[in-house]
């Protein structure tokens, strides 16, 4: 009898531990958490050099985390950015950009496809509790909504806050510029805040819907503490037109926007209090990135791309590289990343943390991101291609950028023809002032390459979805 228990406790005590971290491992698949921001420029965090803008709690998350200098969206313009973000394919494969409108409308009959796969259908095979709150702009009908494509619930607008604009969409412009009081009226901007599928407020009440937004991800984290959960938090600010709740109007030297902004960190700094207090930070992942570019059109109402060239709906980095910062104590090296990373790379990275399978059965544009975020490996993204518009723009393939047509910035529905391509060493060059193809030949050769073989890989992408209208 001594005998077969000198033999058996060592087995025991070998299996013991091994049981326990299945068990454990079971319990701490790690929480995700995304505030993404609306227009945020590359120069308007202070932590990413802006001199007026405080954003403590964004600076904080930045030296307890990552911070990332050259992190894109795959589009400068909101819709299109959004679905590679949940999807992880260039927009261009799921008909979610388009050379006849830039982003979906009021009046849009489609949105993201079922047959897309998102980051919340990816986290549901290992049980996650989904939620999306804030801007959604992939689809605003009842099949294209959050809960359509793996979300469990949504409270926020279905599109721009500028949209449903009272008097049209585009004579504002020359308005706001001469008449700040117009934008200040939540009542020329219709637009609705849902619940789910119903509409809860119209015109949503823009003044608080910040806070509001914030509040809403504290109580989200404290009533989903016991079980995994990925929480896609959209603010729908800094896009024009801005509001902000009167605590923070005029907190700022840089005007609205600031403030704005300074709003926005705020509620930041409650989400990442709110996972300290509950110990759930060690066990999440918080990512804060925006969408695109700043809204130059849009003078001090717009935001800055700090160093980079032009802004919002261009492909120069203005418009496409974000301010970017990765948070998770227990999973993430602190540290400043200055080698690439995109959205498209989030889907990828959230299930090999997750231990989830991202789809096997289409082209994914994406990287597994997660060895650099835990400071074990080099980021494997070394090229990026720049669609906007439904068109490829250019390719970036280590530090150079080959530019084969252009967005021209503030109108930036013009195309500008280039007669010959143009190349530039952006981590030089980091504002793409000097154009270095004539020196170039072979890296030109090359890039154009990647263009040609690129365009080829889209062929038979699903068609344009955000020109269809609901009276078609
Ligand atoms: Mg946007």
């Known amino acids: 009898m001594n005998r077969l228990l000198i033999f058996l406790i060592p087995l025991m005590v070998m299996c013991q531990p091994a049981n326990e971290e299945v068990a454990t491992n079971e319990q701490q698949l790690p929480n995700f958490v995304i505030i993404f921001c609306d227009d945020l420029g590359y120069g308007d965090l202070s932590s990413f050099g802006n001199p007026t803008i405080m954003t403590p709690h964004l600076d904080q998350m930045a030296v307890e985390g990552q911070k990332w200098t050259q992190f894109y969206v795959a589009d400068p313009v909101c819709t299109p950015s959004r679905a590679a973000l949940m999807t992880g394919r260039y927009p261009i494969r799921s008909g979610m950009t388009s050379k006849k409108r830039a982003v979906l409308f009021p009046d849009s009959g489609s949105g993201l496809q079922s047959e897309e796969v998102t ?128 605590e923070f109007v005029g907190s700022s030297k840089r005007g609205l926007y600031g403030d704005v902004l300074q709003e926005i960190d705020d509620g930041v700094g409650k989400i990442l209090k709110t996972l300290k207090e509950l110990n759930l930070a060690e066990n999440t992942i918080v990512l804060f990135t925006s969408d695109n570019g700043p809204w130059k059109a849009f003078d001090t109402h717009g935001g800055s791309a700090g160093p980079l060239r ?116 952006i981590e030089a060059d980091i504002s793409e002032h000097y154009d270095v193809a004539g020196a170039q030949e072979e890296v030109v050769k090359k890039l154009q390459k990647m263009i040609d073989a690129h365009q080829l890989d889209v062929v038979g992408s699903t068609p344009d979805q955000l020109d269809i209208r609901i009276k078609d």
């Open 119 to 246: 980051i919340a259908e990816v986290l549901k095979q290992k049980d996650y509790a989904t939620a999306t709150i804030g801007k959604w702009h992939l689809g605003h009908l009842p099949q294209y909504l959050p809960m359509a494509q793996g979300f469990d619930s949504y409270y926020g607008i279905p599109y721009s806050n500028d949209m449903d604009a009272a008097r049209g969409m585009w004579p504002y412009i020359h308005e706001h510029k001469t008449d700040p009081a117009f934008l200040s009226e939540i009542k020329n901007y219709n637009v609705p805040l849902m619940e789910n599928e119903a509409i809860i407020e119209r015109p949503a009440d823009q003044t608080t819907i910040t806070r509001r937004y914030s509040d809403r991800a504290v109580d989200y984290i404290k009533e989903h503490q016991d079980k995994p959960f990925f929480l896609y938090l959209a603010h729908s600010l800094p896009h024009i037109p801005l509001f902000a709740s009167d």
């Open 310 to 425: 032009a802004g919002k709906g261009t492909t120069f980095e203005g418009g496409q590289r974000v301010p970017t910062i990765f948070w998770g104590p227990g999973n993430v090296k602190p540290g400043v990343v200055t080698e690439m990373g995109s959205t498209l790379d989030v889907i990828h990275t959230f299930a090999s943390l997750a231990g989830a399978q991202i789809p096997q059965d289409r082209k994914m544009d994406g990287y597994d991101l997660s060895a650099v975020l835990k400071g074990t490996g080099k980021s494997p993204r070394n090229s990026f291609y720049y669609w906007a518009f439904g068109e490829l723009h250019a390719v970036r393939s280590g530090p150079w950028k080959l530019h084969v047509q252009q967005r021209v910035p503030i109108t930036y529905n013009l195309i500008k023809e280039l007669e010959q391509p143009e190349l530039y060493q």
